[in-house]
């Protein structure tokens, strides 16, 4: 009967993680959970707002009629000949994707804490939601975007590049790799320095300006400041999504390449660093 009994109990060990640990098996199991989370960051969100979810239409709208008028109508910079509206609305809402997911994953230690410290689950299940949360979001707005597109097509104002529409999934893969791995990394820093967090946000707000979000390339004559914003690892995605959509863009295969190359770094470092800090996070928090 003993031996029945033992058979009948399951046992879960928690051991201490190599650096680089990524049990795929393991998240897949607890796939219901990151669902949960998502649902649950949707609530949070939009509880107690009168317009509830329609700001996730809003928020883009309302940024991007500002960039339209401050750089596309007092400061006059061109968007190569595509509709000023339909420009900042596809760089606006690319960007948004990428800040949101960086910001939120970081920080995911300080944020849950309480429940990493009751209850075992893949830590790494958290993070990976906030990524499909604005994974979620960028879809809703980029409904809000087709309509605008499908408009300035019939008009025959944009000629987007049709046979390279498949690219924009590799794009959206790349951004939400190099967002988590950053998150990860940020978030494991914020644990001892907490005004990290303060400095993440100021970051993100740089590296828009430093990326062709509200300016196309061919606007920057400067050679040393335009081979800067080149190694921009978001400038590629950035100028890919356009080129697909717009028809406007500079379109590099060794740009690409070096996106994907820092993609893979950084969610990779990201991983390593987030185990590392994940074995102690819970005596320094």
């Known amino acids: ?85 339909l420009f900042y609305m596809a760089g606006n ?13 970081a920080t995911t230690f300080k944020d849950n804490a309480q429940v990493f410290g009751k209850i075992y689950f893949p830590r790494l299940t958290r993070p990976i939601s906030l990524v499909l949360y604005t994974g979620i979001n960028f879809a809703f707005q980029f409904l809000m975007f087709v ?28 951004m939400a790799a190099m967002a988590l791995g950053c998150g990860l990394i940020v978030s494991s820093i914020t644990i001892k ?8 946000t100021f970051g993100v707000k740089v590296w828009m300006y430093a990326t062709p979000v509200v300016y196309p390339m061919t606007e920057v004559n400067n050679e040393l400041l335009r081979r800067i914003i080149l190694l921009n690892p978001v400038t590629q995605p950035m100028e890919l999504f ?19 190359v820092f993609a893979v ?11 590392k800090v994940e074995k102690t996070f819970m005596d320094t928090i």
């Not at 700001?55 to 190569?80: E, H, K, M, Q, R």
């Not at 356009?242 to 994907?260: H, K, N, P, Q, Y």
């Open 1 to 85: 009967m003993d031996k029945e009994i033992k058979k009948l109990i399951q046992h879960t060990v928690i051991e201490p993680k190599k650096l680089l640990h990524l049990n795929f098996g393991e998240l897949w199991k607890y796939r219901d959970l990151i669902s949960l989370f998502v649902k649950k960051d949707f609530a949070l969100v939009y509880k107690q707002t009168i317009l509830g979810p329609l700001w996730v239409f809003l928020n883009p709208l309302i940024t991007t009629i500002i960039y339209t008028v401050v750089f596309g109508g007092i400061a006059n910079i061109s968007t190569d000949g595509v509709p000023k509206l």
């Open 93 to 105: 809402t690319l960007w948004t994707f990428f800040s949101e997911a960086i910001s939120k994953t």
């Open 265 to 275: 770094a950084i969610l990779l470092f990201g991983m390593m660093y987030f185990n």
């Open 147 to 174: 309509p605008v597109w499908i408009f300035y097509i019939v008009r025959g104002e944009v000629q987007p590049h049709w046979t390279y529409l498949w690219v924009l999934p590799v794009v959206l893969l790349f």
């Open 242 to 260: 356009r080129f697909v959509l717009l028809g406007e863009g500079t379109l590099s295969a060794a740009g690409m390449i070096w996106t994907a």
């Open 193 to 200: 320095y907490r005004d990290m967090a303060i400095v993440i």
